[in-house]
């Protein structure tokens, strides 16, 4: 009885709260996939001017897993107005309110479940990586989907951070945009800090990572992703780093179909597979290798005891033993 009130009053008061201001459309509302009863749960935190809509098929299929989902609406995202260089729209030019937020929805993710998994895409995964570096004993994992913790081109750093002017996302033809046409620079500038810090004290994550990367990936330094994992591994060998194969054409938007990722089975299969699986990235590096050199599937997958492991895991290591 208390485990539904509760759940009832969190997306009642969340509603109320996003109605006060409007919302561009459905896809800009805090989505919410909660099971009957205390659960595992996971926390994901959309893309720098983006909504929950990002999220919405990876969220069902660990739904659909038992875990129960939460999909909040960052601050000052998602809001119905003429946004444009003149009026740009209201995003925060300052941590605080993300961290905050992030700090918040934390605490209630842990009020619905004992362990509680946090990721997000580009901003929101640097919003994951910063909670896993603040709390650690509350996050079972962190699921980082291409991290913004700089730019693909240093000079673009620059920019970011001398430059007050407004940008204007350009979206592939054929592809979904979820959220805001563009932003002011500051606004992003504040990702960027939050990068840099989770950089400079990667070395004391204590919080399995997994962190997937594309070689397609034109908005974000994938130096940095391969940075970070290294730095992780001594004291989280558990922590995995998955790439697209630049052939794949996996945008920074990789988190839909509708964005333009043709792999998000393949994404959703990565993610659940570490959720589920206690394998290091060495050993799945290993059998892989050892397969790609003669040795059956069969009898790679009897090795690691997949048979007791997600089937997502076999699927994922399908694909990397056909990788170049």
């Not at 809509?53 to 107005?81: C, T």
């Not at 989770?198 to 070395?203: I, M, S, T």
């Not at 089937?311 to 990788?323: G, H």
């Amino acid at each position: 009885m208390f485990y539904s009130t509760l759940t009832a009053a969190l997306v009642q008061e969340t509603r109320a709260r996003e109605a006060a201001v409007g919302m561009i459309d459905q896809t800009c509302h805090s989505q919410f996939l909660l099971q009957p009863t205390p659960s595992k749960v996971c926390l994901f935190f959309h893309g720098f001017t983006a909504t929950p809509g990002q999220f919405i098929p990876l969220g069902k299929a660990f739904f659909q897993a038992g875990h129960s989902v939460l999909i909040p609406l960052l601050p000052g995202h998602g809001q119905a107005g003429h946004w444009s260089g003149d009026r740009p729209p209201p995003l925060p030019e300052d941590p605080g309110p993300y961290q905050q937020f992030g700090l918040h929805w934390l605490r209630q993710a842990q009020a619905l479940g004992q362990q509680v998994t946090v990721g997000g895409l580009s901003g929101g995964g640097t919003l994951a990586a910063w909670l896993a570096l603040e709390c650690p004993r509350q996050i079972e994992q962190a699921l980082l989907f291409a991290p913004y913790l700089s730019n693909s081109n240093q000079v673009l750093d620059l920019f970011v951070r001398i430059l007050d002017v407004y940008f204007e996302w350009r979206t592939k033809p054929g592809s979904v945009h979820f959220g805001y046409d563009g932003f002011q620079m500051p606004a992003l500038e504040v990702f960027l800090n939050m990068g840099q810090e989770v950089l400079d004290q990667a070395e004391g994550l204590t919080v399995p990572l997994l962190i997937v990367s594309s070689e397609g990936d034109r908005a974000v330094s994938n130096r940095d992703h391969q940075a970070l994992f290294k730095a992780v591994l001594p004291l989280q060998p558990k922590s995995w780093h998955y790439r697209f194969e630049r052939a794949l054409d996996v945008p920074h938007t990789m988190m839909t179909q509708a964005e333009g990722n043709k792999c998000q089975d393949l994404l959703i299969a990565i993610a659940k597979a570490f959720v589920e699986s206690d394998l290091t990235w060495a050993e799945i590096r290993e059998t892989v290798e050892r397969i790609r050199r003669g040795k059956p599937f069969q009898a790679g997958v009897s090795e690691l005891n997949l048979s007791q492991q997600s089937p997502d895991l076999a699927k994922m290591m399908a694909t990397m033993i056909n990788q170049p």
